[in-house]
């Protein structure tokens, strides 16, 4: 049980202001916090520059009402629609072409 201890206290020396690096808003976090106005407001390539090195969270967005569910789903693109995926279509796949 010391031995457990002794890892959490070397683990909270590097918390910042008392929280676990990953989840400090900054260049030590692996999230990315905006609000959905800031999201919006950056280019493509600014956010792809951001989820080369972190995840974005987007707070105060509205939630959508669509369910994630089949009905919710057909929203996007019919349910058969042949998918591409990293170029290869998924329709050949299944085949085993």
Same mark, same amino acid.
């Given at each position: ?8 206290? *070397? ?13 400090? #808003? ?9 609000? *959905? #106005? ?10 792809? #520059?951001?989820? $080369? ?8 967005? *509205? ?14 693109? $019919? ?6 995926? *990293?170029?290869?279509? =998924?329709?050949?796949? =299944?085949?085993? =072409?």
């Amino acid at each position: 049980m010391d031995s457990i201890r002794s890892a959490v206290r *070397q683990l909270e020396e590097d918390y910042i202001d008392g929280k676990p690096p990953h989840v400090v #808003e900054g260049a030590t976090s692996v999230f990315h916090i905006l609000t *959905q #106005e800031e999201y919006d407001k950056k280019s493509v390539r600014v956010i792809q #520059e951001i989820l $080369r090195t972190q995840h974005i969270v987007i707070v105060g967005a *509205q939630q959508s009402r669509v369910k994630f569910d089949a009905n919710g789903l057909r929203t996007l693109t $019919r349910l058969n629609e042949p998918v591409s995926i *990293q170029g290869v279509s =998924l329709v050949f796949h =299944l085949a085993g =072409l």
